[in-house]
């Protein structure tokens, strides 16, 4: 209540002004007339001075005095006409009128657009609110429930034939631990996230104390996708899990960052977003995310975090092109052979160490095509729609790739 007879005051005393102006009157600063009627009178008393002085006639007087007169009717009816014009042409109705379509103007906006009734509430209280929601959030089942279907991915009847082979053979050997890893990955690249990240789980459960950051960064990034980009519980135990073995981990320390943008806590995801920005190299999968979200999570948490910083250009590492390995493929063996280990495999290793554009994955699948090596191709392009599952331009530019390579029928 207090807030409402607080808000009413102001909005009546912003209200106010203008209805005063309003109804003020013209300022009474004297014009040009009244400057003439007072010289005219003091013109009258001089002719009386210079009469009794004798200096003029009665008869001078008398003219002299007319013409004044004159002049000074001239005047009054000018002052007269001024006057009427600096009167208020604002009625107090009209005055009263705006006064209550501001007041209430005002209070109707507010109830619309802001939220009538709701406590100031300290740091201490959100920052509480904000644990208990995060304690509260829903479960992956729950999440994975009202996540929207993901689109279609159009991979060729050959490569999911294979993948069914794949499945098949897991299923008959399940504590094969290299096909446990290699269904999780291909899962993820038909688009089949729980049936993904159900193998992912399965790898680490085989690997056991082995289990690296990389295992749980990756089952963690499949867990958000399947819940259509939402951080659960079970993902941040997956994250928090990679963090335990390596605190550097890009991957979880950004999805750390959007588990605190979606509790109710923007101002860490924005230290944390901020921080990685410095430590990654601007081609870093996370990169261009992070730059797409942290200006509305530093909106949110009242940080001022514009303009972004440039995004440094990054040089693609060497790779060779498909013509490179057309001129290969008229070598002789020994020669083929070292343009490849030099050119692809120094590509090829580059990736699968430092990650890089999408523009050097579809060089490698390219390239892998020409050679005819068309396995290894698919399973590079697998790879790298997993990499590039949440940009959807990267993925465009690897399918492209795989199609031109043959393994995207």
């Given at each position: 209540m207090t807030f409402w007879i607080i808000a009413l005051l102001i909005a009546l005393a912003t209200a106010g002004l203008p209805a005063l102006v309003m109804l003020r009157t013209r300022s009474t600063v004297e014009g040009p007339a009244a400057?003439?009627?007072?010289?005219?009178?003091?013109?009258?008393?001089?002719?009386?001075?210079?009469?009794?002085?004798?200096?003029?006639?009665?008869?001078?007087a008398d003219r002299v005095r007319a013409e004044i007169g004159r002049r000074v009717l001239a005047a009054d009816a000018e002052s007269q006409a001024a006057t009427t014009a600096a009167a208020p042409k604002v009625t107090p109705l009209l005055a009263v009128a705006l006064l209550v379509a501001i007041v209430t103007g005002s209070i109707a906006l507010y109830s619309r657009l802001g939220v009538p009734g709701y406590p100031d509430l300290a740091l201490k209280a959100r920052i509480a609110a904000a644990e208990t929601l995060r304690q509260t959030r829903p479960d992956q089942a729950a999440a994975e429930a009202q996540a929207p279907a993901a689109p279609p991915v159009n991979l060729g009847k050959e490569y999911l034939d294979l993948v069914q082979k794949l499945r098949d053979t897991v299923a008959a050997r399940p504590d094969d631990?290299?096909?446990?890893?290699?269904?999780?990955?291909?899962?993820?690249?038909?688009?089949?996230?729980?049936?993904?990240?159900?193998?992912?789980?399965?790898?680490?459960?085989?690997?056991?104390d082995a289990a690296t950051a990389e295992d749980y960064a990756l089952l963690a990034d499949m867990l958000i996708l399947a819940a259509?980009?939402?951080?659960?519980?079970?993902?941040?135990?997956?994250?928090?899990?990679?963090?335990?073995?390596?605190?550097?981990?890009?991957?979880?320390?950004?999805?750390?960052?959007?588990?605190?943008?979606?509790?109710?806590?923007?101002?860490?995801?924005?230290?944390?977003w901020s921080q990685l920005l410095t430590d990654s190299t601007p081609d870093a999968p996370w990169v261009a995310p992070i730059r797409a979200e942290i200006a509305e999570a530093a909106a949110r948490a009242g940080i001022d975090f514009s303009p972004l910083p440039p995004l440094p250009t990054v040089p693609t590492g060497p790779g060779p092109t498909a013509e490179d390995v057309r001129n290969a493929a008229g070598m002789d063996a020994g020669d083929r052979q070292q343009m490849i280990e030099g050119m692809v495999q120094g590509l090829a290793d580059r990736l699968a160490r430092d990650g890089g554009p999408p523009e050097d994955w579809a060089k490698l699948i390219n390239a892998l095509g020409v050679l005819g090596q068309t396995d290894r191709a698919r399973a590079i392009a697998a790879e790298a729609r997993t990499a590039f599952a949440a940009d959807p331009a990267a993925l465009a530019r690897i399918e492209d790739a795989a199609r031109a390579a043959g393994v995207n029928e």
């Open positions: 400057f003439d009627l007072a010289v005219y009178r003091g013109q009258l008393a001089e002719i009386d001075r210079d009469l009794a002085r004798g200096v003029i006639g009665p008869e001078d631990l290299d096909g446990q890893a290699l269904l999780a990955r291909h899962e993820a690249a038909t688009g089949r996230m729980t049936a993904a990240y159900q193998a992912q789980r399965k790898v680490i459960a085989l690997k056991g259509g980009g939402y951080v659960s519980p079970e993902a941040e135990q997956a994250l928090d899990a990679a963090l335990g073995r390596d605190r550097s981990n890009g991957i979880a320390r950004y999805y750390t960052g959007l588990m605190m943008a979606q509790t109710g806590r923007p101002d860490v995801a924005v230290r944390i």
